[in-house]
């Protein structure tokens, strides 16, 4: 009865087809099936524009050549087949100008004198189309519907406008449309649905389900600003990646490690389209291409025809920001017409190596205001590279220091810095104050937004704050530059800190895989480690092995970098080691933080060591969160001071002040200190009101009834394990115990502290305790 798409010319891979099998000798999924993912939220929306809602209409789809129309339209076909009366119609340029060519197929017996005027012919179509469809709604789907004659359409827009069918059609451009179906989208007979160009996101997706493995990144980065988010190309773009080698599969996780390709298959497609254009537009094209970027207002009057005309092809781009400017819209188009090798955008393997220093600040020439600004600027810079914030802030709050003499990335960018010092210096709510001027950055000004937003998030994870340092990471992978590496990482350890390790992993994990390919920086070890933290509890063999890339030494690294890497490979050994080793190596690392008078990194550490059962240093936390800003400095004198004085009470305060601020593990923390503090008071009231108290805290297992059914899973070997433990007893006096060393009594505390669900002595005392609360 129609025209099968299914046998029409189909350059467009479906980008919601099927997650494609693996190639056997490259272990990459077929591109040219790619999955049903990507555009489900369109195809839903079609759906229910044409069979749901009060009153179902009809759909005018507009999208550039490769955008995935045709897909769609096949998506629909398959999946109204079989609950509607359907009608299949695919325009052809062949047949344009032969009337009600395209509706022939419905009535092969048609008279003439029905042909001879459209209304004739629609109550023709009504009656057969309501005798064959048999109380079923009629769907009448049409690709490439600029192809239709005029006739056809205006029969078709007839019957829509009746109710007798409900029409979806796709055409490239809005302009081309039937003049008929223009009208009615005017009317909104037809709803205009404009698929717009695939996300990074949707790019990601894409690569992940199509490669069979997560992506990093900077890979779904490069091939969507390559691709423009055009799905034809992004799967051409695919390929010629793969077969280039610019795309590799790193242990699981495929990254970018090329920095130019030569995409043959992406260019065919893209020549194809250059090869249509007449020799004027070729040559506006060519000069646009040339100079990447021009004002609109420097377009000369005779050049806007031809301008408009590649606009509407989707090949010139105008943007707003500040001023109209122009420019390709892709940079696989503008190399085509150039005939240049492309340049994957922001990435270069080799433009530093592992014993690089880090870049100096470029001084500025002339001006001596200028130049002394500058000077101190680089003072800054060095000193916070060696950790020396105390310096940083004299540097900066100098009154030789003039910061208006700069230009507005750099003033921004010692704003930055400053911010960070205060705070990392126990001055967190004097940082806030300063980072007013962070906030008010103008968009259209090219500033420097990811570094800004690490900043902020840095100053809410130093004043306790894990919800505002939260939100703060829904901006980062939006607002990255170059590859996006390094925002991919710093999201990753927002998550990470914040306590959630799916969320962290799955982006800590690629941006590791792709800095061991391209790391100017230094901080592929960063990475490492915070995996191995988020991964400790559950896989600790696993997580050995990132602490030992952690341990690789790096030239490059700053100082906050290098010490955040300390900081959470001393906090992995919880899981790898013992929670004593990890109090241990807290309590090392602060000792570097005494002597620099970083105080925010000595409390945060030395509040660590305390959770992780560590009491002796509740004094020294005292001393320091009362010289320290910020309500994480208050968080911590409460809950050291509920320790050092045994006061459940306090404990339970300092619990509820960590929820609220969204810090989930201090909150856990701080309720299995509550219920050993309980306990070992003897106070069955007490016992019963913090079990009480924290049962909402430490979930399913908080019941006193689940503590036991924890402990009823273990071997009679680990319950002796835990009976030494609740007597205070150490891992050396249970080696001399049990005759073994005491490498075995730390495996069978970590099967315990799996068992069971906690990640410390403290927590496990506490369970103990919880399991016999409504005994007592």
Not at 229 to 256: H, K, M
């Amino acid at each position: 009865m129609s025209y099968d798409i299914n046998a029409h010319d189909s350059a467009l891979a479906q980008i919601e087809g099927y997650v494609a099998a693996d190639d056997p000798r490259t272990g990459v999924g077929s591109p040219m099936s790619p999955p049903r993912l990507t555009r489900a939220h369109l195809f839903e929306m079609l759906r229910n524009q044409v069979l749901e809602g009060p009153a179902p209409s009809s759909v005018m789809l507009i999208g550039e050549p490769g955008s995935g129309k045709s897909t769609l339209l096949q998506s629909m076909v398959d999946h109204l087949r079989a609950t509607t009366y359907l009608i299949n119609l695919q325009g052809t340029g062949r047949n344009s100008g032969v009337s009600y060519d395209a509706l022939k197929v419905l009535l092969p017996d048609m008279r003439g004198e029905v042909l001879s005027h459209p209304i004739r012919m629609v109550g023709a179509l009504t009656r057969v189309l309501k005798g064959k469809a048999l109380g079923l709604p009629v769907i009448v789907v049409v690709d490439d519907a600029h192809h239709l004659d005029e006739n056809s359409t205006t029969v078709l827009g007839q019957l829509a406008q009746a109710g007798t069918i409900r029409l979806i059609a796709a055409c490239s451009r809005f302009a081309d449309a039937p003049t008929y179906f223009q009208r009615l989208c005017l009317k909104d007979t037809l709803v205009r649905i404009d698929l717009a160009p695939l996300s990074q996101q949707e790019v990601a997706a894409y690569l992940a389900a199509t490669l069979g493995a997560g992506v990093s990144q900077a890979s779904s980065r490069a091939l969507h600003t390559h691709s423009g988010g055009n799905p034809r190309l992004l799967v051409a773009l695919v390929r010629d990646y793969v077969a280039d080698g610019a795309l590799r599969c790193a242990e699981g996780i495929w990254v970018l490690t090329a920095v130019t390709i030569r995409p043959t298959e992406a260019t065919a497609l893209i020549t194809a389209r250059i090869k249509m254009l007449q020799p004027s537009q070729l040559s506006v094209l060519g000069t646009f291409a040339a100079l990447e970027m021009t004002p609109l207002a420097a377009v000369p009057a005779e050049a806007l025809g031809d301008l408009d005309y590649l606009h509407d092809q989707g090949m010139l781009c105008i943007s707003n920001d500040r001023w109209a400017t122009v420019s390709v819209a892709t940079r696989l188009l503008s190399d085509a017409v150039l005939g240049l090798t492309n340049q994957i955008d922001g990435f270069s393997p080799h433009s530093a190596t592992s014993g690089s220093k880090p870049d100096r600040l470029s001084q500025p020439v002339g001006n001596p205001r200028k130049q002394r600004a500058a000077s101190i600027l680089e003072r800054a810079r060095l000193a916070a590279t060696e950790g020396r914030f105390r310096d940083v802030v004299t540097e900066l709050k100098s009154p030789e220091f003039v910061p208006g003499a700069l230009d507005p990335d750099r003033r921004r960018l010692a704003t930055a810095w400053l911010c960070e010092a205060l705070a990392f210096i126990g001055l967190v709510d004097d940082a806030k104050e300063a980072a007013a001027a962070l906030h008010s950055y103008d968009a259209g000004e090219q500033p420097l937004p990811s570094r800004i937003v690490v900043t902020l998030a840095t100053l809410e994870a130093v004043s306790g704050n894990l919800t505002g340092m939260l939100e703060m990471s829904h901006h980062l992978l939006s607002r990255a530059r170059g590859t996006g590496t390094y925002e991919e990482l710093a999201a990753g350890l927002i998550y990470a800190t914040a306590g959630r390790p799916a969320e962290a992993e799955s982006l800590l994990l690629p941006a590791l895989r792709q800095l061991q390919v391209h790391d100017p920086t230094g901080a592929a070890p960063l990475a490492a480690a915070a995996l191995a933290f988020v991964s400790a509890a559950d896989n600790p063999a696993q997580a050995a092995e990132y602490l030992a890339i952690a341990g690789l030494p790096s030239r490059t690294a700053s100082w906050t970098v290098r010490r955040l890497t300390k900081h959470f490979a001393a906090l992995a050994l919880a899981g790898t080691a013992s929670a004593d080793r990890s109090a241990f190596e807290l309590r090392e690392l602060s000792r570097e933080d005494t002597a620099l008078g970083n105080k925010s990194w000595e409390l945060m550490t030395l509040c660590s060591a305390m959770r992780f059962g560590d009491a002796g240093v509740a004094q020294t936390v005292l001393k320091i969160s009362a010289t320290c800003q910020g309500r994480f400095a208050t968080l911590s004198q409460l809950y050291a001071k509920g320790l050092d004085a045994e006061d459940a009470e306090l404990v339970l305060q300092a619990m509820d002040l960590a929820q609220d601020f969204g810090d989930l593990s201090f909150t856990r923390d701080a309720a299995a200190s509550a219920v050993q503090i309980a306990a070992q008071s003897g106070e069955r009231a007490t016992i019963a009101y913090v079990a009480d108290r924290v049962r909402d805290i430490v979930g399913v297992y908080g019941t006193a009834l689940g503590a036991r059914q924890q402990l009823a899973s273990l071997t009679r070997r680990e319950l002796e394990v835990v009976t030494a433990v609740v007597d205070g007893r150490t891992n050396r006096d249970l080696a001399l115990a049990m005759d073994v060393s005491v490498r075995t009594v730390e495996g069978h505390l970590h099967r315990i502290y799996t068992k069971l669900h906690v990640r410390t002595r403290a927590e496990l005392l506490a369970k103990v305790d919880l399991s016999t609360a409504l005994r007592r």
